[in-house]
């Protein structure tokens, strides 16, 4: 069985003000945001309270163990994250702390993969993790600027996490796109 552990979520970032002659020339400089793209079917429900991810976001950022490691990070989200703060976020944390409920998928190059959902029936800044399973995790496409895959609770069914929370997940995504963050933190 897979090892639970809880993620607290820090604060949220607040982006300064920037110039718009400097915001154009910086926006050629780097590479486009990535594109959203829907979440098909993506949905998420604690405790009887349901999300629906609607948006998704593809990113490479630094294995959490390996620096050295490139890990293909999908974002899905109930709403539109804002594509200035999505452009101007240098960090993992600094894109993941732009949305509060959230369902994280990391894929690292060795197939091996894990996920991260933050529902508000967590507590404020908590999230629930765990690693893919062979039974839960259908992969998909996973190459440069492309992932898809699906992720579900075990046996497409309501399962107890933390002990006490009810938990029920199917997140079916496909999403392109890349943006490239220098590191986790």
Request: hydrophobic share 40%; net charge positive.
């Given at each position: 069985?897979?090892?639970?552990?809880v993620?607290?979520?820090?604060?949220?970032?607040?982006?300064?003000?920037?110039?718009?002659?400097?915001?154009a020339?910086?926006?050629?400089?780097?590479?486009?945001?990535?594109?959203?793209?829907?979440?098909s079917?993506?949905?998420?429900?604690?405790?009887?309270?349901?999300?629906?991810?609607?948006?998704?976001?593809?990113?490479?950022?630094?294995?959490?163990f390996?620096?050295?490691?490139?890990?293909?990070?999908?974002?899905?989200?109930?709403?539109?994250?804002?594509?200035?703060?999505l452009?101007?976020?240098k960090?993992?944390?600094?894109?993941?702390?732009?949305?509060?409920?959230?369902?994280?998928?990391?894929?690292?190059?060795?197939g091996?993969g894990?996920?991260?959902i933050?529902?508000?029936?967590?507590?404020?800044?908590?999230?629930?993790?765990?690693?893919?399973?062979?039974?839960?995790?259908t992969?998909?496409?996973?190459?440069?600027?492309?992932a898809?895959g699906?992720?579900?609770?075990?046996?497409?069914?309501?399962?107890?996490?933390?002990?006490t929370?009810?938990?029920?997940?199917?997140?079916?995504?496909?999403?392109?796109?890349?943006?490239?963050?220098?590191?986790?933190?």
């Open positions: 069985m897979a090892r639970t552990s993620v607290l979520v820090l604060a949220a970032l607040t982006a300064l003000p920037v110039s718009p002659s400097f915001a020339a910086e926006k050629k400089a780097k590479k486009p945001a990535p594109a959203p793209a829907a979440a079917g993506g949905t998420v429900r604690v405790d009887g309270k349901t999300v629906t991810l609607a948006h998704g976001y593809l990113f490479q950022a630094p294995d959490a390996k620096a050295s490691q490139r890990n293909s990070v999908v974002l899905l989200v109930p709403q539109p994250v804002d594509k200035a703060k452009e101007a976020a960090t993992l944390r600094e894109v993941l702390d732009l949305t509060k409920e959230r369902v994280v998928v990391e894929l690292p190059p060795d091996s894990s996920i991260s933050c529902h508000e029936s967590f507590g404020p800044g908590m999230c629930y993790s765990t690693g893919l399973a062979a039974f839960t995790w992969p998909g496409v996973k190459e440069d600027g492309h898809s699906r992720v579900q609770s075990f046996g497409g069914k309501e399962e107890t996490v933390l002990e929370r009810k938990l029920l997940f199917d997140v079916t995504f496909d999403v392109k796109g890349q943006k490239s963050v220098a590191a986790r933190r």
